[in-house]
């Protein structure tokens, strides 16, 4: 990863120099052992301060959408899941594909630090190295090598986009295969298989810890409305509480309005900070998508999403047809 | 003030104690992070955390909560308050950071004339049992803001760690009281006193080094408007306002109307000013239209506006906001710019 | 009062009848259901009419509202596709119902709660045998439950 590393920072350096873009969005060092940082470059000079690891998780299209940068010929590092996020937001006439030049990075799958904090707990991560295969930890009074594959994020397990699908330079020229093993369509499959009854016990059960921040909605690189729904009040169609009738409510209609857009990034379970795993639902809502208009989201900017478009042969088998 | 011992293993049976009497919320581990949670028996108790992942305050402070009811009626509009008086109960092992947040809501829920009686009955009946901080996190920066990881503001009984037992230390009337009532105690010893001081130190020192804040608030205030100071920490921020809901002294609420048409309820829930909604006016004006204004609202109201109207600084110093943060936004590094202007 | 607590009432008289929502576009399915009334058809009296311009207008919140506040069911009704009166407004609406039905009942909710069908002005026949089938359907599922706020 070092490698690419530097090719990207050659490359990001390259088009800063050319003024092919005004600003590079990509990540850099946190602050905290595992952590890495968006960070914006302006200067060739500073470029050396952009990083890619495996800590690299966060979506950074969810940046691109903010008006400071509207008006700005953006450079920004992706991985498949940011590539097709940023596809998405194209099809949707957010974003002009002339104003930003994708620097695709080939993702081998970002790693879970909230998994290994937990399970170290309470001992704490002071230093953390990162070899191809191996996570080398050091805190106080404990060293510890983990197995890099045993930690992978779940939703990068279930990643089918790992390489993004459009970009302008793909860092490394190679595209790289993902061989996790996940086992999610069986978990969703189990979970359809399922009475309504059952269903609604698991979901309630998983929901019911929602404290209604949102995170998930603002994590979301393609929840850019301006007004959220959750946020209107006149009327007010969702409330505000943690009832968990209004906390259905919420997730259901959340569904609803990323249904056809979603890309299955795990930014919405990776910010939740009361740990709730969205991953069933997003994705069952690629497969409803799939199987009813044989669509995938965040492949090629010039298809319409499947929500503002429709034909006269859209399947209608839930239609009531009385004999 | 009495300074006790506890062997480890009698812990046990104080909890056993305490649930007789008490409703006891202690920190449970639950869905991969440590909470205070309600527990039932001793052995639910998770006491192998650096802290909570999310702050006690919910315990006094619940994230809905239902001011009043109301029902209408041929005879008019019946209101039926909804203020229950709380049955007694102990928070045990709670961090001293999180302990002196309390003091801060307690100065928040009764500012001028105004006591808020929805959070002073549950605080009131409500006894705090503190485990000293041992092992302090490399995000703590409780030391910066006054505080300590032996810290005794707001706690009844102290408990520290020192291996094989417990030091405890009742610090007030309330906290005496309970002491008398706990089995298995024996009288502190020199040494033990001795022990608790070194370990104090030895703690202070593997901390990180404290960030120098004197003068936080005059220092913000020059910078109310410097965009450019502000637009390099709220650039990457986006907007997720996990830090407040996961901090222990964010106290901005929202008060709803749920109503039919023959009744209805008045509820009042967290808000947090990282929200354009937060400001929004009825005209469809905001005055805090932007990030760099709401993680500067963040900000100077802990550091700035907390100081000028109760004159203590609005953080403990606990770390949370900078742990939670999905983009790892880090307040020290706000103090670090700050100390550099 | 309001459908939540009169509910309890009907039920604690064990006579419990369902009360479905029925969405009925302007142009279509209202004028069916018209019809069916100057025809003197029958149909059980379990539905409350809201007219709307269009199939298309109906937000899938008004839906899942309906469950909140206590209705057993809901019905949507517009005109055939390809006789919008906006031309294009129900074929809209038949991709949102189609998604928001599939999330809705992946979550838990029982098939049955939320019903679709295409009704023209002329068919006031089909109207009162949609309602029929529909109301038979909630009534084998009983009271909603899950997702009303209590």
Known sequence: MEKLEKIMQDTAKHFLQEQKVDLIIGYKQGTIPLRTTPCFVTKPEDISQLVWNVCCDHDLTNFLLQPEYKDKKVGIIVKGCDARALVVCMAEGQIERKMVTIIGMPCPGMIDRKRIESELEPKEILVAEITEDQIHLKGKDFEQTLQKDDYIQASCKSCRYNNPPVCDVLIGGQPIELSFNDDLDEKLAE??????????????????????????????????????????????WVGKTTNISDIMFYHMIRAFHVAGRCVECGACT????????????????????????????????NV????????????????TEPE | MKEK??????????????LESYKVFAPIKKNGFYVFGEIETPDEIALNYLNSKIPPKEIFYPRTEVLFTFTKSPQGIDIQEAINPSESRVIFGIRPCDAKSFTLL??????????????????????????????????????????????EEGLDILFVDLGDKYFVKSLNLKGDELLDQLPGLTPASEKDRFNMTELLKKVLASMTPEIPIENINTKLEQLFDEEVFWDQFSQKCIGCASC????????????????????????????????PLFTLHGSGHNPRPTKRQRLRQRVMHKFSYYPKTLDEIGCVGCGRCIIVCPVNQDIREVFKALQET | MTVAEEKSQIKEEKSWEPKILAFLCNWCSYAGADLAGISRLQYPPNIRVVRVPCSGRVNPFYLIKALQAGWDGVLVSG?????????????????????????????GISPGRLNFSWVSAAEGEKFSKVVKEVVEKVKKLGPIRKMVKE
Not at chain 1, 272 to 293: A, E, S
Request: charged share 25%.
């Open chain 2, 244 to 275: 407040t809901f996961l901090c222990p002294t964010c106290t901005c609420f929202d008060v709803v109307d749920e109503e039919t048409s023959s009744s209805g309820k008045r509820i009042r829930l967290w808000d947090t000013c990282q929200f």
């Open chain 1, 304 to 319: 319409p999403p499947p929500m503002g478009t429709h034909t006269m042969e859209d399947p209608q088998e839930f239609i």
């Open chain 1, 270 to 301: 990776r910010a939740c900070p009361m740990n709730i795993d969205l991953r069933l639902i997003t994705r069952k809502l690629q497969n409803i998508v799939k199987d009813r208009y044989g669509f995938e989201a965040g492949l090629d900017p």
């Open chain 2, 5 to 18: 011992i506890l062997p480890k293993e009698q812990l046990p049976q104080i909890l056993k104690t305490l």
């Open chain 2, 106 to 151: 307690d100065k928040f829920f009764s500012y001028g004339k105004f006591k808020d009686p929805y959070y002073q009955t549950r605080r009131e009946n409500t006894l705090l049992i503190g485990l000293a901080c041992v092992n302090p996190r490399s995000t703590c920066f409780c030391t910066s803001i006054n505080g300590s990881p032996f810290g």
């Open chain 1, 191 to 236: 979970l359809e298989a399922k009475s309504p009854d059952e269903r609604w016990t698991y979901f309630t059960t998983l929901l019911s810890d929602c404290i209604r921040c949102y995170a998930c909605r603002n994590a979301c690189p393609l929840c850019y409305c301006k007004e959220c729904f959750v946020d209107q009040t006149q009327p007010q």
């Open chain 3, 79 to 107: 005109c055939h596709p390809g006789d919008c009166h906006y031309l294009s407004g129900n074929l809209v609406a038949r991709r949102r119902f189609a998604i928001l039905k599939d999330i809705v009942e992946f979550m």
